[in-house]
């Protein structure tokens, strides 16, 4: 199961499984985005499993909020995400 949840304004958690399989039931990136200004707290250390389409997720996410005018802060981030930053050399995106 995969939830976007609002924790306080401009402050959301991504909880459970940040893959291919749960990314098809989470709305839309620029819906997700639509109600947040200036800078936006992302904690991803809810992430239970993370694969390819979830750094695809997050790549797009942090896209559409430059698109908007907003800055997306991550922080949190699980031991296999970060095995995924290294292997893919994202580590400066997030």
Same mark, same amino acid.
């Given at each position: 199961?995969?939830?976007?949840?609002?924790?306080?304004?401009?402050?959301?958690?991504?909880?459970?499984?940040?893959?291919?399989?749960?990314?098809?039931?989470?709305?839309p990136?620029?819906?997700?985005?639509?109600?947040?200004?200036?800078?936006?707290?992302?904690?991803? %250390? =809810?992430?239970? #499993?993370?694969? &390819?389409?979830?750094?695809?997720?997050? $790549?797009?996410?942090?896209?559409?909020?430059?698109?908007?005018?907003?800055?997306i802060?991550?922080?949190?981030?699980? %031991? =296999?995400l970060? #095995?995924?930053? &290294?292997?893919?050399?994202?580590?400066? $995106?997030?």
């Amino acid at each position: 199961m995969l939830e976007w949840l609002e924790l306080e304004s401009n402050q959301v958690a991504i909880k459970g499984q940040l893959d291919q399989w749960q990314l098809g039931k989470l709305m839309p990136v620029a819906p997700l985005l639509s109600n947040y200004h200036e800078l936006l707290t992302v904690d991803l %250390s =809810a992430i239970d #499993k993370i694969d &390819s389409a979830g750094i695809a997720f997050l $790549l797009e996410l942090k896209q559409q909020a430059q698109k908007i005018g907003l800055k997306i802060d991550f922080h949190g981030s699980p %031991s =296999a995400l970060n #095995k995924l930053k &290294s292997l893919y050399n994202l580590e400066q $995106l997030f």
